[in-house]
Antibody, heavy 127, light 110 residues
Framework: QVQLEESGGGVVQPGRSLRLSCAASGFTFRSFGMHWVRQAPGKGLEWVAVLSYDGINRYYADSLKGRFTISRDESKNTLYLQMNSLRDEDTAVYYC????????????????????WGKGTTVTVSS | QSALTQPASVSGSPGQSITISCTGTISDVGGYNYVSWYQQHPGKAPKLIIYDVTNRPSGISHRFSGSKSGITASLTISGLQPEDEADYYCSSYRSSGTYVFGTGTEVTVL
């Protein structure tokens, strides 16, 4: 069946880096855009980033200010999130999610909904 | 990026209908027909229940329906059941490839 499994979370000191992975199975990974979404403890969902099916177009939440990088490896069916200069406020459960279907919006292929989610991986930024 | 505005909580008795609103701006909800709704039970991952304002994914109950008017989208749950007790989040496309979630609504079945 269609599955996503995140890994790579843990406890990290402020200012350090961490890379999250999301292993995909049960669908043609190279055909779908992929998202990262996070949820701080007791808080709501926050969209983090999206990467197009071909790995070319990537977009981020303004709040990240260039600290995070989303990427994918088609040979491994894996999505990544490189997180640098981590801050206390980055503490959250990080989910990867599959785009439901590609939709052309203003001339660009976008992925406006997320139909499969992983169980999440927890990142704690603390000294 | 400010979140879309949802009521913090909504409640109803079994069998009743409830509606959750999701208010944005002309740059997101009002400008695009790409509003999604997600259900999240405690400790679980979110689950897509509505996409593109009104569409239900395969396997989602017909009791869930979505609509939009101007800058406000709505999720209606008909025939409320105990298992509908969860948090609900709206999401919208917001220009230039970015997305935004709502503040979330806790639904309580009385």
């Amino acid at each position: 069946q269609v599955q996503l499994e995140e890994s790579g979370g843990g406890v990290v000191q402020p200012g350090r880096s961490l890379r999250l992975s999301c292993a995909a199975s049960g669908f043609t990974f190279r055909s779908f855009g992929m998202h990262w979404v996070r949820q701080a403890p007791g808080k709501g969902l926050e969209w983090v980033a999206v990467l197009s099916y071909d790995g070319i177009n990537r977009y981020y939440a303004d709040s990240l200010k260039g600290r995070f990088t989303i990427s994918r490896d088609e040979s491994k069916n894996t999505l990544y999130l490189q997180m640098n200069s981590l801050r206390d406020e980055d503490t959250a459960v990080y989910y990867c999610a599959k785009g439901t279907q590609g939709t052309y919006i203003e001339g660009f292929l976008e992925w406006p909904s997320m139909d499969v989610w992983g169980k999440g991986t927890t990142v704690t930024v603390s000294s | 990026q400010s979140a879309l505005t949802q009521p913090a909580s909504v409640s109803g008795s079994p069998g009743q209908s409830i509606t959750i609103s999701c208010t944005g701006t002309i740059s997101d909800v009002g400008g695009y027909n790409y509003v999604s709704w997600y259900q999240q039970h405690p400790g679980k991952a979110p689950k897509l229940i509505i996409y593109d304002v009104t569409n239900r994914p395969s396997g989602i109950s017909h009791r869930f329906s979505g609509s939009k008017s101007g800058i406000t989208a709505s999720l209606t749950i008909s025939g409320l059941q105990p298992e509908d007790e969860a948090d609900y989040y709206c999401s919208s496309y917001r220009s230039s490839g970015t997305y935004v979630f709502g503040t979330g609504t806790e639904v309580t079945v009385l």
